[in-house]
């Protein structure tokens, strides 16, 4: 009885594909007192866009978050060009909200109780990409 021949193994070459990587730059804050899901509201905005587009919509927002949101923008803008990147190619790649343990605060209420009232803390990250448009 006659064994089917076996097909040759498929080779792949990693080094014949090479992806284009694109520049990046990022910027951080971090303890921010805001809560994570207002501040991501603000953050939706900005998300895809170009960096000058993203810049004047962020400032029309009326949020606390907005400014907040646009002091980060202005930071990973300026990393970038200390990086010498070209600051009219820049797109918002990604924008990650964090949210943390905030600080615990005794609620008193009637009748000798009290409750717990635990405040919100998050974070921003900004990451830039610069591309052609």
């Known amino acids: ?11 792949f070459y990693p ?5 284009t990587v694109n520049a990046t730059c ?13 501040l991501n509201a603000c953050a939706m905005v900005i998300r895809g866009k170009h960096i000058y587009d ?6 029309n927002v009326p949020k606390k978050g907005g400014a ?17 990147l070209a600051e009219e190619r820049f797109f918002v790649k990604e924008v990650v909200i964090g949210k943390a343990l905030g600080a615990r605060k005794i609620d008193i209420r009637a009748r000798g109780k009290f409750g717990m009232i635990h ?10 990409e610069e591309k052609s448009p």
């Open 26 to 38: 990022i910027a951080r804050k971090l303890k921010i007192d805001y809560s994570s899901l207002k």
């Open 54 to 59: 993203a810049l004047n919509l962020i400032t």
């Open 1 to 11: 009885m006659e064994l089917p021949k076996k097909a040759p193994p498929v080779c």
């Open 119 to 128: 405040a919100p803390i998050c974070s921003i990250t900004i990451k830039l």
């Open 68 to 84: 907040i949101v646009k002091s980060v923008l202005e930071a990973a803008r300026v990393n970038g060009a200390k990086m010498g």
């Open 15 to 19: 080094n014949s594909f090479e992806k």
